[in-house]
């Protein structure tokens, strides 16, 4: 019942920064968690921040504490990631996912995904 576009990735110099959105359709956007993954090339997808049902409890992977912010609107149905301090090693198409149930680290967890927005950090 959710349909997820991610957009606002792009080519970005060392240091700078960008912001991800994901934007939902589906009725039930507001009761569900959501998380962020992350894919380089020859890589395994990788979890990079989730998010609860509210947007009052969040939780990053180490790789990004400190520089990235996952946060939603609700009323606008759409979640974002701001991302900080970009490095090299963020290169990677990220994408959006709606959790089958609370926030969660792993893909299993998630049931809906979006087709992903590439993010290329140049050094």
């Known amino acids: 019942q959710v349909q997820l576009v991610e957009s606002g990735g792009g080519l970005v110099q060392v240091g700078g920064s960008l912001r991800l959105s994901c934007a939902a359709a589906g009725r039930t956007f507001s009761s569900v968690a959501m998380g962020w993954f992350r894919q380089a090339p020859g890589k395994e997808r990788e979890f990079v921040a989730t998010?609860?049902?509210?947007?009052?409890?969040?939780y990053n992977a180490d790789s990004v504490k400190g520089r990235f912010t996952i946060y939603r609107d609700n009323a606008k149905n759409t979640v974002y990631l701001q991302m900080n301090s970009l490095k090299p090693e963020d290169t990677a198409v990220y994408y959006c996912?709606?959790?089958?149930?609370?926030?969660?680290?792993?893909?299993?967890?998630?049931?809906?995904w979006g087709q992903g927005t590439q993010v290329t950090v140049s050094s």
């Open positions: 996912a709606v959790a089958n149930r609370g926030t969660s680290t792993q893909a299993s967890d998630y049931v809906y």
């Open positions: 998010i609860n049902w509210s947007g009052g409890a969040t």
